[in-house]
């Protein structure tokens, strides 16, 4: 199994300023994801994160507004730049681990 | 601790079958109840449960949330090899923070 934990669990941020998440897991994962999820509805995936590689980006999302870094096994970030009121979401980071995806417990965020 | 438990972890059926998923939790500060399907990558959003006793339906699945047992069911009738997939449970807290089960990996045969 793998528990994730994020930081912040939420943040009330204004236009144009950026955020960073901070992804941690219990273990050590190859493949890292980030996702966008507006309330009730399902899952967007943003992007998959491999240690020692580029992060790879679904269509609609790029890399300067939502800049990945993944420096170990254990760890990810994913930044929310130049943010807006559209950006308003639960950005929820999951892992891989044996043939089980994880979730983790959300970042709710808020932009005025 | 909080935490969702979802049963069974995985389930093989045939078509035309119907099946009950489970999820029971113990979370402080309960606010709603959510279950997923996974097919791919995203999850994708079923149901929404807050208060006990009223089935949510769509289709052949249904939902019903027992907040004095602390536990919801997903009911699935007719089964489809298309319904083949992870369900997963998870609870929301009151700081809009998700509690995860593990989910029930529904396999159904032709």
């Known amino acids: 199994s793998a528990v994730i934990s994020q930081k912040p669990s939420r943040d009330i941020c204004q236009r144009g300023t950026s955020l960073t998440i901070q992804c941690q897991v219990d273990s050590q994962v190859t493949m890292m994801f980030w996702y966008r999820q507006q309330p009730g509805q399902s899952l967007t995936l943003i992007a998959t994160?491999?240690?020692?590689?580029?992060?790879?980006?679904e269509s609609g999302f790029v890399i300067d507004k939502f800049p990945i870094s993944r420096p170990n096994l254990t760890f990810s970030t994913l930044t929310v730049s130049n943010m807006s009121p559209e950006d308003s979401s639960i950005y929820l980071c999951?892992?891989?681990?044996?043939?089980?995806?994880?979730f983790g417990p959300g970042t709710r965020l808020t932009v005025l | 601790e909080d935490k969702v438990v979802q049963s069974p972890l995985s389930l093989v059926v045939h078509e035309g079958d119907t099946v009950t998923l489970n999820c029971s939790y113990e979370v402080t500060n309960f606010r709603s109840l959510l279950w997923y399907k996974q097919e791919k990558k995203a999850p994708t959003f079923l149901f929404m449960l807050?208060?006990s006793g009223i089935e949510k339906k769509s289709g052949r699945l249904s939902s019903i949330l027992d907040k004095k047992e602390l536990f919801s069911i997903l009911n699935i009738t007719a089964t489809q090899t298309g319904d083949s997939a992870v369900y997963l449970c998870?609870?929301?807290?009151?700081?809009?923070?998700?509690?995860w089960g593990a989910g029930t990996k529904l396999i159904i045969k032709p």
């Open positions: 994160a491999n240690q020692g590689s580029e992060a790879t980006y």
């Open positions: 998870a609870v929301e807290d009151s700081n809009y923070q998700l509690i």
């Open positions: 807050t208060s």
């Open positions: 999951s892992v891989e681990s044996g043939d089980t995806q994880y």
